[in-house]
């Protein structure tokens, strides 16, 4: 199994092998609206029709919204379009973060004790419980990769 730091590399190579090839822009595409299906088809085609590249993603649901996250390379000469046809989207708001060509792509931050790992709470729902634990982890130089919160009755 390859460490993040190796896929890390792996990504980065990627991309300068795509960049060769055309002038491309790397961008953040975050899109959020109401769930329904084929919304990620929906969204990566309109990447993949101006030309374009999607490598990492994450999506999910949260209660009846969906939301997509997509790190995508474009040619730059089709950009403008691509964001002209995401603000087109029907039930679907998506915003376009342009990241700089200079950015690498290693860890922001290391672990003060050099440790990943799984963290699980449950328990009963309290206002600001998850500020309150996400604070312990920053003041301890903790950084988190992945978080995913939810509420259901208790039995």
Known sequence: ??????SAALRQAHALKFRRFFSTKELIINAVG????????????????VGGNVGESQASRLGNHFS???LVNVPEKRVVEL????????????????????????????????YT???????????GIVHRVT???A????SIDKMETSV????
Not at 117 to 127: A, K
Not at 152 to 155: D, E, K
């Open 34 to 49: 109401s769930d329904r299906v084929g919304i990620v088809s929906d969204m990566t085609k309109y990447v993949t029709g």
């Open 139 to 142: 003041s301890n130089g903790l």
């Open 1 to 6: 199994m390859m460490n993040k730091l190796g």
């Open 135 to 137: 604070s312990i982890f």
């Open 68 to 70: 997509l996250m997509m």
């Open 152 to 155: 259901y009755i208790a039995p």
């Open 83 to 114: 964001v002209n046809q995401l603000e087109d989207v029907e039930d679907i708001t998506a915003s376009v973060h342009m990241v700089k060509q200079d950015a690498k792509l290693e860890p922001v931050s290391k672990a003060a004790i050099g």
């Open 117 to 127: 790992g799984r963290f699980s709470l449950e328990g009963t729902d309290n206002p």
